[in-house]
């Protein structure tokens, strides 16, 4: 990874470590939490079985609408008082406890992006040091490029709380709206709506997640569009699956136009995988939180339990935010 | 490249298109003023200048935003580029562009704060916010020396006085002020995120009541600066759609609650407004009597048509100036706008005909093969197949009557065609249904050509005919067309062209919310109807793209999805008329005629069908196909047959 251009976090630093499937219950280390959202595909419950933990906890998110009936009998259960990603990640930290000389893994391949990105800010605010994140990616998604992830349509697009800065309302003049690309088009499409005066700039995944993924990536970019000319297109390029390198990424493109004031309002929407979607949370927790940034989604009613087949690989995330130096 | 003052030959024309930008937002501000084309009808309707004021709705691309940027002070500018100095006296206003979406004013709506709370918290914010927008016209006025330094200094320290902010320096700027009131409102955005995130309410000082910095920094401009004197300061506040409905009472008060010498222009899609109400006792402010409403879309639609017609000429004829091409003439002229019918169809009906005669025998079952053929000798018109086709619908009609079909088929042969009134009547109405038939029966579509069906097609939005005419162009060049010089635009590029923007605004029309999914599928099923009764052997309405229906009968679920269907201008409502027992309302909708190609339709405003409350419910009010399947099946036994319950479905 090429070291960072100016000065800011390094992000070069971190581990990240492929595992196959089976792999996961033979990793160097245990950790005494595991957190993941329970979903039906076979990538993440296989997860939670294999990986070793003391405590495990699974989280049922409400957009996946499983009656009690569904839900796991035996194990560790967060059931939220409300859909409301606030919510959500506050009582999934309560449940968790008092994490001081705890290790935690968080499986992210089930959750929300938006209560994923909550729940990072609240590890981020309890100045938890270093935490796990395990990702694993599908044999593959069960319709390719058509597949869609929510149901019911964008109930909304908004800023996720704990990521708003600051900015002159008066001044849009260079706005800017960088949209993480993925499959879902209905939902990047609602994004672009909402921010349709600020400039557009995609994030497509290269390398992908498998190598027919990019072409698919880019077909859902291509019915997006309307009316930008090529002059007006800008594409930035960011691995599907390293967090790392998709925040150093933001920081080569952004971190001195952000400063100069080249860039009245920077709103960061991780609609593409979740993985880069958490580097997208690292980079503006590291970096942005009192510049005229932040990071918005849209939210859908609900979510398909299902949208994939199989699991080829996980990956394993080690976040160390002293190393980091997110923490001063 | 799109905008050059060299005049380009066909070959340099090719990877340009001059109907790219097709949005508001996408164009700068000597663009906006390049390509304005003004309609006096809504300039003698609004003006910024006016006290009232005004709520300006529309669907998407209906010229809300292009309108309310036209207006604006750099824009404003630019129109008195030489002289700058009489900007405002010759005008009577400076218009002062704020951009509500902006404000990312959801991030105010936090759950531990209710509803009048999250509106004073987001009114300050928003009020401070106007207020930098404004600062920062008054430094545009100072670089262009239409305001003078010192007048700009007792400006900013009264506004710091205003704020409540004491300044330290002597002769404050436009920076300092602006610097100041950045303080106030990073300290309300940190604290806002900060609660969310802790789920607590945010705790922050409210410096000034409501309205006290939104309408006190419009009156200090105008008592401060000598050419804003009697100036009115108009607030152009767009995208009212990106605010909650807390946060549009607070905007309602301000309306209520104007003041002298400042207006305001609320600019939101017709989806978007959810509020009259102000935060005080729950007034209601009323169109006509606190502000006035434009619907612009309405507005263009309602309008003559040929209004409309000139203003995309116009339009059309400004875009392709500015890409160098200077047409002669009318647009009209440069497409292919007739195209005749085959003297020689497929005549699959009149093979079905046969079939049915054979098959049922008639309204009575009786017709041997001798009579069979009788019939059809006396409706045959193989060389002209449209008189050919309206004698088979008359037949049907017969049929479904119960008269005698033998009978039936020796009128419609009395006389030659030239002189049976009854065919020529048929003809009159069912023309464009006839045709439509007959082109599908050759493997072909209803056609959409020429530039007049075009602009209407576009349905009184500006944005809707400008995506027309970009798909047009887009296809003359892939298919090597040279538009715009010598040969018409063909019926292939035009018809590939409205399919392509038929999916485009079906697409884009994403209604945002819990009802998404059900308009989405409501109307494919709305389509499929409508496009199964035109081409049905006997349509019982000519030119069916409309229906009407008593919604105080439908689920309020159902009506609910109906509503979202039209705020987001899929379907587009028709002036209401009483049912026929008067206390029933009836209401009347039709797929917005951009759609008209996905579904086959045509764009007429004629054909309206009563639809019934089980049909609707099985349209928009479920997910379950089979009782769509059935409701369609139901509808289309009475239109073919051997035409099962006679008579059309009532709304009662």
Redesign the interface.
């Known amino acids: 990874m090429p070291r960072s251009s100016s000065a800011g976090p390094n992000y070069a630093f971190q581990y990240r470590t492929r595992v196959r499937p089976a792999g996961l219950s033979s990793l160097s280390r245990s950790f005494d939490i595991l957190l993941s959202a329970f979903n039906s595909s076979e990538r993440v419950r296989s997860a939670f079985q294999n990986v070793r933990a003391t405590r495990k906890i699974w989280l049922i998110q409400p957009e996946y609408s499983y009656s009690v009936a569904e839900l796991p009998k035996n194990d560790e259960l967060v059931v939220p008082s409300?859909s409301?990603e606030?919510?959500v990640a506050?009582e999934s930290m309560n449940a968790i406890g008092d994490l001081a000389g705890k290790s935690i893994v968080v499986d992210i391949t089930g959750f929300m992006r938006h209560t994923l990105l909550?729940l990072i800010?609240?590890l981020f605010?309890a100045r938890v040091e270093r935490f796990w994140l395990i990702y694993s990616d599908p044999g593959r998604y069960a319709l390719n490029e058509a597949t869609l992830f929510s149901?019911?349509?964008?109930?909304?697009?908004?800023?996720i709380?704990?990521?708003?800065?600051?900015?002159?309302?008066?001044?849009?003049a260079t706005?800017t709206l960088v949209l993480g690309t993925g499959y879902d088009v209905?939902m990047m499409?609602?994004v672009v709506?909402?921010?349709?005066?600020a400039r557009r700039i995609d994030v497509l995944g290269l390398p992908s997640l498998q190598p027919s993924m990019f072409q698919e990536n880019v077909l859902s970019v291509a019915?997006l569009d309307d009316?930008?000319?090529l002059?007006?297109a800008r594409t930035l390029y960011a691995p599907a699956n390293d967090p790392f390198s998709t925040a150093q990424v933001l920081h080569d493109e952004f971190h001195d136009a952000l400063r100069k004031g080249r860039i009245s309002?920077l709103y960061l929407a991780p609609t593409g995988t979740k993985v880069q979607a958490v580097g997208f949370a690292l980079y503006y927790l590291s970096e942005c939180t009192?510049l005229p940034a932040?990071l918005?989604l849209p939210i859908p009613?609900r979510y398909d339990r299902e949208t994939t087949r199989g699991h080829s690989r996980s990956w394993l995330y080690e976040v160390d935010l002293r190393l980091m130096g997110a923490l001063n | 490249m799109l905008y050059t003052n060299n005049k380009p030959t066909v070959e340099t024309l090719s990877g340009t298109n001059p109907f790219r930008g097709t949005k508001a937002t996408d164009l700068s501000d000597s663009e906006i003023n390049e390509t304005f084309v003004s309609s006096s009808r809504i300039l003698d309707r609004i003006n910024p200048s006016q006290r009232m004021p005004v709520l300006l709705t529309g669907g998407k691309g209906s010229g809300r935003t292009h309108l309310l940027r036209y207006w604006s002070l750099p824009v404003q500018l630019l129109r008195h580029a030489e002289r700058p100095a009489d900007t405002f006296q010759s005008t009577g206003y400076l218009g002062q562009y704020v951009l509500l979406g902006g404000m990312d004013a959801g991030r105010f709506s936090v759950s531990a704060l209710p509803d009048e709370v999250v509106g004073i918290a987001f009114g300050y914010y928003f009020d401070l916010g106007v207020c930098s927008a404004l600062l920062r016209s008054i430094s545009l006025l100072g670089e262009l020396n239409i305001v003078t330094a010192s007048e700009t200094q007792e400006y900013c320290r009264r506004l710091l006085s205003l704020v409540g902010v004491r300044s330290r320096k002597a002769a404050p700027g436009p920076g300092d002020v602006l610097s100041s009131i950045g303080k106030i409102r990073r300290r309300i955005d940190f604290e806002v995120n900060n609660a969310a995130l802790d789920l607590r309410r945010p705790v922050f000082r409210i410096g000034n009541s409501p309205g006290e910095v939104f309408y006190g920094a419009a009156l200090l401009a105008r008592e401060c600066f000598a050419c804003l004197d009697g100036v009115v300061i108009c607030y152009l506040l767009d995208e009212l759609e990106n605010l909650d409905e807390a946060q549009q009472r607070y905007v309602q008060t301000l309306v209520r609650e104007r003041r002298e010498g400042v207006s305001l222009i609320l600019g939101g899609r017709t989806y978007g407004v959810k509020s009259f109400e102000t935060l005080a006792a729950r007034e209601v402010n009323r169109p006509g009597a606190e502000f006035e409403v434009l619907a612009l879309d309405d507005f263009m639609r309602t309008q003559n048509r040929q209004d409309f017609r000139s203003f995309c000429a116009e339009v059309v004829t400004r875009r392709l100036e500015l890409a160098g091409i200077a047409l002669s003439g009318d647009p009209e002229q440069y497409f292919v706008s007739v195209a005749q019918l085959p003297t020689r169809s497929t005549r699959r009906a009149f093979a079905t005909l046969r079939r049915t005669l054979t098959r049922f025998g008639g309204p009575n079952g009786t017709l041997d093969s001798d009579q069979v053929e009788a019939i059809l000798r006396s409706l045959a018109r193989a060389q002209n197949p449209i008189m050919e086709k309206a004698a088979i619908l008359a037949l049907y009609q017969d049929w479904n009557a119960g008269i005698e079909l033998l009978d039936s088929a020796k009128s419609l042969a009395l006389n030659g065609d030239e002189t049976n009134e009854r065919l020529a009547r048929l003809l009159r109405h069912f023309r464009s249904d006839l045709e439509a038939q007959i082109r599908r029966e050759m493997g072909g579509r209803p056609l959409y050509i020429g530039f007049e069906t075009l602009t209407v097609l576009a349905d009184g939005n500006m944005r809707n005919f400008m995506n027309i005419m970009k798909a047009v162009h887009s296809w003359c060049e892939f298919s090597g067309e040279k538009p715009w010089f010598e040969i018409p635009i063909s019926v292939a590029s035009q018809q590939r062209a409205v399919l392509d923007a038929a999916d485009w605004f079906f697409g884009d029309s994403q209604v945002v919310g819990e009802f998404g999914d059900s308009v989405r599928q409501g109307m494919e099923r709305l389509g499929e109807l409508l496009s199964s009764i035109r081409f049905s052997p006997k349509p019982s309405e000519s030119s069916a793209c409309a229906f009407n229906i008593d919604d105080s009968r439908l689920e309020a679920r159902t009506r609910s999805v109906l509503d979202a269907a039209a705020k987001y201008s899929l379907l587009v409502e028709r002036p209401a008329r009483r049912g026929r027992n008067e206390d029933r309302r009836v209401r009347t909708l039709q797929i917005n005629r951009m759609l008209a190609p996905r579904w086959d339709l045509p764009i007429g405003r004629r054909g309206v069908i009563d639809l019934s409350a089980r049909e609707i419910e099985s349209i928009f009010g479920t997910v379950d196909r089979d009782s769509f399947r059935k409701v369609l099946a139901d509808r289309l036994a009475r239109l073919a047959p051997p035409f099962r319950n006679h008579g059309d479905a009532t709304l009662f």
């Not at chain 1, 149901?151 to 800023?159: A, E, F, H, N």
């Not at chain 1, 709506?193 to 005066?197: A, I, L, M, Q, S």
């Open positions: 409300s409301d606030g919510v506050s909550v800010a609240r605010r149901k019911g349509g964008v109930q909304d697009v908004r800023p709380p704990g990521y708003y800065g600051s900015r002159d309302p008066g001044d849009f706005d209905e499409r609602a709506e909402k921010k349709r005066r019915l009316d930008r000319t002059s007006q309002g009192e932040a918005l009613a």
